[in-house]
């Protein structure tokens, strides 16, 4: 009655307009620097993002990516160009690359944590912090270690 729904028209900008804007973006790139270009694609990303979200045309562009949950077009221009200059053999090897993982697949902080213990400083307060979380392995802490006596908490 409405239109499509936002899920199709989510599915439709990541079908075929995104891969519309980011096509030859490694070759382009450099005339993102202009004001006006980015212009552009801020205004065509503006727009399905007002259909996906539902939202008034006064919203904000930032509030607008948040709503529809897409990740800025400048961003993603970015995004592209790196992975593509990686592919390519182009960029250090060693370059971290954000991709998306699904809520299940992430890591507890518990089992990256570890704890260095300074021998040198006597005077130490450490403080343990959770936040009630709970894996097979037990809870998560964060353990912050302040050196000194003289802070007052």
């Not at 990541?14 to 801020?42: F, H, Q, S, V």
């Not at 709503?67 to 993603?76: C, E, H, R, Y």
Request: glycine fraction near 6%; include cysteine; charge should be neutral.
């Amino acid at each position: 009655m409405w239109g499509l729904r936002h899920e199709v028209l989510e599915i439709i900008y990541e079908g075929t307009i995104l891969p519309l804007l980011l096509y030859g973006a490694p070759i382009w790139i450099d005339a993102m620097k202009y004001t006006c270009n980015r212009r552009k694609y801020i205004r065509t990303q503006r727009l399905i993002n007002l259909r996906i979200a539902k939202a008034f045309r006064t919203t904000s562009n930032e509030a607008l990516c948040n709503v529809a949950d897409t990740t800025p077009i400048l961003l993603k221009i970015e995004e592209a160009v790196r992975i593509y200059n990686l592919r390519k053999g182009r960029v250090n090897q060693t370059l971290a690359v954000d991709r998306e993982v699904e809520l299940q697949h992430w890591q507890h902080p518990a089992d990256e944590t570890k704890i260095l213990v300074a021998d040198e400083h006597k005077d130490q307060i450490i403080h343990a912090y959770t936040d009630g979380s709970k894996t097979q392995h037990g809870v998560g802490s964060v353990v912050a270690l302040f050196i000194g006596t003289d802070l007052a908490l």
